[in-house]
């Protein structure tokens, strides 16, 4: 059984002898991998809300080099404000675990950092039953993003399974606050 609540974040890093290879990485499309079950899932609830196929799943899995050229073109490009607001360092980002994707609507701005994924009747229909596929939106709005330490991402969801993503999601929480809540009981 996989850690599907896993925590990667700014303040919890992988360790530094962090491998890829248990996750049982699976190329769930066009060369974007995934964790095998947060593919299967993902691929059952696009089935569910997405009969057009307007979806497209821009990123996925990301190595810690990919990362960590991801994190050094974007302070080139977007700066350091941006980068930082963004871009996780790597061993800090939710992407070398294989349980994170980034979503973005076909003809929208694919932007490899900040993918379009809003105001849509099927980003709708995909956010009224993520939870009942085991997916949450990891980076909620305002105050949430104290917490997060990253900025709002409409278009970056994680896979923790059920029936944590229903609880999470019914609450409005993020993934930090529900573990917090877990550990204290
Ligand atoms: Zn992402």
Redesign the pocket.
């Known amino acids: 059984m996989k850690d599907y609540l896993l925590l990667v974040s700014e303040t919890v890093p992988l360790p530094s002898d962090f491998n890829p290879e248990p996750l049982k990485l699976v190329d769930a499309w066009q060369g974007i991998f995934l964790e095998k079950q947060t593919a299967e899932a993902l691929s059952a609830l696009l089935t569910k809300v997405d009969p057009h196929h307007l979806i497209q799943l821009t990123?996925g899995f990301r190595s810690i080099r990919e990362q960590t050229e991801l994190f050094q073109t974007s302070i080139e490009e977007n700066g350091l404000a941006y980068t930082n607001a963004y871009v996780a360092l790597p061993y800090c980002?939710?992407?070398h675990t294989g349980f994170?994707?980034?979503l973005s609507i076909k003809n929208g701005t694919v932007g490899e950092i900040a993918p379009d994924f809003q105001d849509h009747p099927v980003v709708e229909a995909f956010l009224n039953e993520m939870a009942n596929f085991g997916f949450i939106m990891?980076y909620l709005a305002d105050e949430k993003t104290k917490i997060t330490g990253i900025a709002h991402?409409p278009?970056?969801f994680r896979y923790v399974g059920l029936p944590h993503s229903q609880r999470i999601t019914e609450r409005g929480l993020v993934l930090e606050e529900y573990l917090e809540e877990v550990m204290s009981r």
Do not use: L, M, P
């Open positions: 990123s980002s939710e992407h994170a994707v980034d990891r991402e278009w970056h």
